[in-house]
T-cell receptor, first 109, second 114 residues
Framework: GQNIDQPTEMTATEGAIVQINCTYQ??????LFWYQQHAGEAPTFLSY??LDGLEEKGRFSSFLSRSKGYSYLLLKELQMKDSASYLC??????????WGAGTKLIIKP | GAVVSQHPSWVICKSGTSVKIECRSL??????MFWYRQFPKQSLMLMAT?????????EQGVEKDKFLINHASLTLSTLTVTSAHPEDSSFYIC??????????FGPGTRLTVL
């Protein structure tokens, strides 16, 4: 079956760095997405990786290793507004998104 | 990025009534639209996938006669919750996929059934 695993909840301190991991097993692979979702709002796009390596975009970076079925989202210089759920999703061979359950990130002052 | 709108943003209705939610891609043609449901503190759950001009494909456990989906054009899909009950209260989110397979989410519709 298809499976996306990510931690349920993480806590970090304002100004620090946090890494949210995601492992996946899917039928085919056409890219991995990270989305941010604040409570009561729809997800917003953060990053897309289809090749191995690190993609950096401001304070956020995303890494992919296809051979290991592994990705992480790295958030630097954490701000209180980064408190949200972070969703990992993989696009399978049918171009359907398979969603992880999301990681709730709590930022403490 | 591309814009997807949903209407209404929130709706409160009485049990037994039907509610229609619209999802529009404003600046691109969406070959495929997706309908998700999200209960509090839970992840997105895909309900159905709809392609323009054809019948929607429902996920296991989703009643197609209760959740009617119409994808009449490349920019509009509608979800009708028929005979709504309190357990249907949820956050309904649509997304639209363009020809490059990128998905764009609507802002969501919060449904409360009394």
């Amino acid at each position: 079956g298809q499976n996306i695993d990510q931690p349920t909840e993480m806590t970090a301190t304002e100004g620090a760095i946090v890494q949210i991991n995601c492992t996946y097993q899917t039928s085919g692979f056409n890219g991995l997405f990270w989305y941010q979702q604040h409570a009561g709002e729809a997800p917003t796009f953060l990053s897309y990786n289809v090749l191995d390596g690190l993609e950096e975009k401001g304070r956020f970076s995303s890494f992919l290793s296809r051979s290991k079925g592994y990705s992480y989202l790295l958030l630097k210089e954490l701000q209180m507004k980064d408190s949200a759920s972070y969703l990992c999703a993989v696009m399978d061979s049918n171009y359907q998104l398979i969603w992880g359950a999301g990681t709730k990130l709590i930022i403490k002052p | 990025g591309a814009v997807v709108s949903q209407h209404p943003s929130w709706v409160i209705c009485k049990s037994g009534t039907s509610v229609k939610i619209e999802c529009r891609s404003l600046d691109f043609q969406a070959t495929t639209m997706f309908w998700y449901r999200q209960f509090p503190k839970q992840s997105l759950m895909l309900m159905a996938t709809s392609n323009e001009g054809s019948k929607a494909t429902y996920e296991q456990g989703v009643e197609k006669d209760k959740f009617l989906i119409n994808h009449a054009s490349l920019t509009l899909s509608t979800l009708t919750v028929t005979s709504a009950h309190p357990e249907d209260s949820s956050f309904y989110i649509c997304s639209a996929r363009d020809r490059e397979y990128e998905q764009f989410f609507g802002p969501g519709t919060r449904l409360t059934v009394l």
